[in-house]
Nanobody, 122 residues
Framework: VQLQASGGGLVQAGDSLILSCSAS????????MAWFHQAPGKEREFVAA????????NYADSVKGRFTISRDNAKNTVYLQMISLKPEDTAVYYC????????????????WGQGTLVTVSS
């Protein structure tokens, strides 16, 4: 499975942004999808994950109520809608795919996109 993330950019604190990740090369609905982020000098951290059908999702505590993960299996795309962005959300955001079941550990995901940079200025 190949993943291509897009939608990052420079925004101000309080702004909103939507990231997209398009998939190819596999049966998209067979894969749980997730977003992780990695700030400079830090490890890659879990942000959100969504089940194959889209019926179940979970979030890191730091983004609950501000970020929403969704997917469109007809378009082979997963989204991350981010509102009320904070400077501490600044990071490279990666989408990831895992066969069948979602997890929160980066090491359990087999396929990764190239990352898209989100910078939130104060």
């Amino acid at each position: 499975v190949q993943l291509q993330a897009s939608g990052g950019g420079l925004v101000q604190a309080g702004d909103s942004l939507i990231l997209s990740c398009s998939a190819s090369g596999g049966t998209f609905s067979d894969y749980a999808m997730a977003w992780f982020h990695q700030a400079p000098g830090k490890e890659r951290e879990f942000v959100a994950a969504i089940s194959r059908s889209g019926g179940t999702s979970n979030y890191a505590d730091s983004v609950k109520g501000r970020f929403t993960i969704s997917r469109d299996n007809a378009k082979n795309t997963v989204y991350l809608q981010m509102i009320s962005l904070k400077p501490e959300d600044t990071a490279v955001y990666y989408c990831a795919a895992r066969y069948l079941f979602m997890r929160q550990s980066a090491g359990e995901y087999n396929f990764w996109g190239q990352g898209t940079l989100v910078t939130v200025s104060s």
